[in-house]
């Protein structure tokens, strides 16, 4: 069993979808990362940041799953960081209604020294400056840097975003940031452009079409499991990188046919995260039914041709 | 050996792409898939029109691939059809410059005596006028009929397309024109509602992102090959369903498990067609380069979870 550590946000979301609307609930990076990986035999520690209207009803939710919230730190006075979103009927686009950092904006990680030593640190959607920091904070190298990040930073930050990915193992990002990062159309023209800013690993996330991990000349794809309703996509992307580091930090061997199976894994917990609103359908998940899915990945793409 | 009917257009194309533009060369549905479906051990046919502008050089290239031109009538003072299409820069649109009908608006198809009794009909892009013409020509029902339409017919012809679609076994089609003729956005469902309309299996083609066949519960999915580069999509989806009908008619056995093995040949085959313009790749490919790029596909999809 390793030790993973995640930087991310734990938030608050509202979402409207075509099939209804939320008010304030559960949501944040951190929160999908480290329920996702939860699902793992894994030690979790998340670093974030709420305010003291955060309920303990939602800190427990985390703490149930073991997860460790020492570094969660509670701002007194302070408002949790609010995001409201409004999706449009094909569900793939979407607008942001408010953006509310709060505690966010003067957010000063601290790594507990329990987890300074992490195998993998799983760097969730943040400013990179709060994700540079935490890498500095460790004492020993993590045998595996993960790093999520959205065009946002790339339009805002993009100097401290390149000193971020210049220092991880594996960058995941979507198929339009990725276009947007190297100015290359191609997904394996971009994940070879990647390469050369520092990742060793590329995961390249196409929502609804699948995900690609590039290593050297080596590709490999997981579709998304194809499904008769997409009910709220918030999150799906930070569960499939929780269930793909969590796998990683669970199976201690970042091989490349290993991570094949992290992305399998991610996937298939991202395919029931947007079955439901928010975190609700993760929090419901029996290993039952990951597994009998997972079985449905393999009916998906496993073929027979026999070749010499 | 099985026998494969192929119904289609011969035609010239003209294309520009962002990267080059040609003059009239040749292309057309039945080309692109009899030249796919000669790369497995069928016999086969195509039955079209051309007009005595067609260059003996061009049905060479058929009959070189002991393609059964038999059917293929000349007209007399007539001319080819022909498309002109302008691709923009990401290569997913383009725009139809000009289509002239020519010798097809008045195309009569004939289907040879020795093809009355083929094993497989593969129902290239056309009037449905022209395929519920070729279907009704036969003396035995084939063992398998795939359907290939467009949105173009939907648009102007759907009571006969209606009438095709109740007559085959296999209907391929884009995923927008899945989500047209079903009013569905989910392909899952989409694909349930075409079920209720005839056939008893469904590929929905996702272009970049792969191709999905349905089955009653069963689902099966094929990434398209990431590439550096695309060169020009003209004919991909053509070849796809070329190298899908060839597959199953040279192996004689329509069950789902062998299916899913021809949805990946015709994706290995597409993934060539796009290198070059028009036929281009296609007319120079060998079995060696086929075989190492199924392997790819493999490389490409297959992992190693141990489920019990």
Redesign the interface.
Known sequence: MGKLLIVGTVAFDAIETPFGKTDKILGGAATFIGLAASQFDVDSAIISVVGDDFPQDYIDLLTDRKIDISALEIVKGGKTFFWKGLYH??LNTRDTLATELNVLADFKPVVPKSYNDADVVMLGNLHPFVQLSVINQLKKRPKLIILDTMNFWMDNALDELMEVIKRVDVLTINDEEARQLTGE?????AAQKIFTMGPKYVVIK?GE??A?LFHKD??????AL?????FDPTGAGDTFAGGFAGYLAASEDSSF?NM??AV??GSNLASFSVEKFGTERMLKLNHKEI?ER??QF????????E?Q
């Open positions: 009927n094909d159309y191609s997904l394996v023209k196409k079409h699948g690609l080596q590709i490999f794809f997981a579709p194809p499904l008769e309703e997409v046919e094949k199976k399998i894994h597994k997972l079985h393999k009916r998906l793409t496993q073929f027979d041709i070749l």
